[in-house]
């Protein structure tokens, strides 16, 4: 086999590291790559076939046509050719209008991440993959970021992206967009430009076009800076879950109606008295964690201090946030409220 050009290997080496780091994929496991057809999931996938022989990993590759634009069905017809020259198993995934729809509450781009990983994750599990890994680079990290200090987040906001989360893989958070680039040109590969990342109005592709820019004007450097940062943010969020979740069961009631059960249908129910108690930080933590172990979205910053300040209240205050609820209950605080 001839040997990879060093563009290549920059970016499959930079992905073995931080894949070793995470401890995924074990050897002889498949991986579903996503690939819309630009430079960075191609370069992801050159660079995991590269990776994928001595490890035993079994690659295939999943597109998705989201028939948004004229040109997304040959973006998908492209990706998939690609793969089946490369000798690899391919799918191509057409989203129906009202896969789109049914997310429409999380805006143009969020309802389009969720309809395109509800299409990814059965077809992967369909294709006997354990594991489904985007191309997000860097510079995707440091727009996370950035997008995150904008919003008002806070630690875990500003941790942005991690290489693993559960059996999803970024194996390209330290490679830089430039150097996928130059990776897909070093072997031949005409990548697909996706118009809609040159349009004005979605706050991501300005803070990508102007901001960014205008950062590493100012300070060279800075998009390695910011995915800096949220390493560090990760490491202490990392340090933290152990104390959240003892601060969780500490604080953890039965439900009403919940036949004593700490979680259930009826959601998860925190005794005010020792919420309010806990330092603000770790209160805040504590609410975000029930959230999840409720099965609702976790409230943003804003919602997650009216939900402190239920507990602080002696009234049957109630608040509500996109994809979730909480509401006081005598002595207790529960997530979500019941339905009416």
């Given at each position: ?14 992905a073995a590291?931080a894949?070793?780091?995470?401890g ?13 057809g ?13 990776l994928?022989?001595?490890r035993?990993?079994r ?19 492209f ?28 805006g ?14 059965p ?7 354990s594991w ?7 510079d995707d ?14 630690p875990?906001g ?13 194996p390209?958070?330290?490679v830089r967009?430039g ?6 040109a070093a ?6 430009e996706?118009?809609?990342?040159a349009d004005?109005?979605p ?9 960014l820019?205008?950062?590493e ?12 940062s ?7 969020r990392?340090w933290l879950?152990?104390l ?8 953890a ?5 919940a036949?004593g059960?700490r979680?259930?249908?009826?959601g998860?129910a ?18 975000r964690?029930?959230a999840?172990?409720?099965g609702?979205?976790?409230p ?7 939900v402190l300040?239920l ?7 109630r ?5 979730g ?13 019941p339905p009416d």
């Amino acid at each position: 086999m001839t040997r990879a050009p060093a563009e290549l290997r920059l970016v499959a080496d930079l992905a073995a590291k931080a894949l070793a780091a995470a401890g995924a994929p074990p050897a002889g496991d498949g991986v579903a790559v996503a690939v819309s057809g630009g430079a960075d999931s191609l370069a992801l996938l050159h660079a995991l076939r590269a990776l994928a022989g001595p490890r035993g990993w079994r690659l295939a590759v999943l597109t998705v046509d989201h028939g948004l634009r004229p040109a997304s069905a040959a973006d998908a017809a492209f990706v998939a050719d690609h793969a089946k020259a490369l000798g690899l198993p391919a799918r191509v995934l057409t989203l129906a209008p009202g896969e789109l729809a049914r997310h429409r509450d999380a805006g143009p781009e969020g309802a389009a991440r969720a309809a395109r990983y509800g299409a990814l994750w059965p077809a992967a599990d369909e294709l006997g993959c354990s594991w489904l890994a985007t191309g997000h680079t860097l510079d995707d990290q440091a727009e996370t970021v950035l997008l995150q200090l904008l919003r008002g987040a806070g630690p875990d906001g500003l941790a942005g992206m991690a290489v693993r989360t559960g059996r999803l893989l970024r194996p390209l958070l330290a490679v830089r967009r430039g150097e996928t680039r130059a990776a897909c040109a070093a072997v031949g590969l005409a990548w697909r430009e996706d118009p809609t990342n040159a349009d004005d109005g979605p706050l991501r592709n300005r803070v990508r076009m102007r901001l960014l820019p205008l950062l590493e004007e100012l300070r060279p450097g800075a998009a390695r800076t910011l995915a800096r940062s949220a390493a560090l943010a990760a490491d202490d969020r990392d340090w933290l879950d152990p104390l959240v979740a003892a601060a969780l069961a500490a604080t953890a009631v039965p439900a009403p109606h919940a036949g004593g059960s700490r979680r259930g249908s009826e959601g998860v129910a925190l005794d005010a008295g020792a919420l309010a108690a806990l330092p603000v930080g770790l209160a805040r933590r504590v609410v975000r964690a029930a959230a999840r172990r409720a099965g609702v979205a976790p409230p943003d910053a804003a919602a997650t201090d009216r939900v402190l300040a239920l507990a602080r209240a002696g009234g049957g205050d109630r608040t509500t946030w996109a994809g979730g609820s909480a509401g006081r209950e005598g002595a207790a605080v529960r997530l979500p409220l019941p339905p009416d």
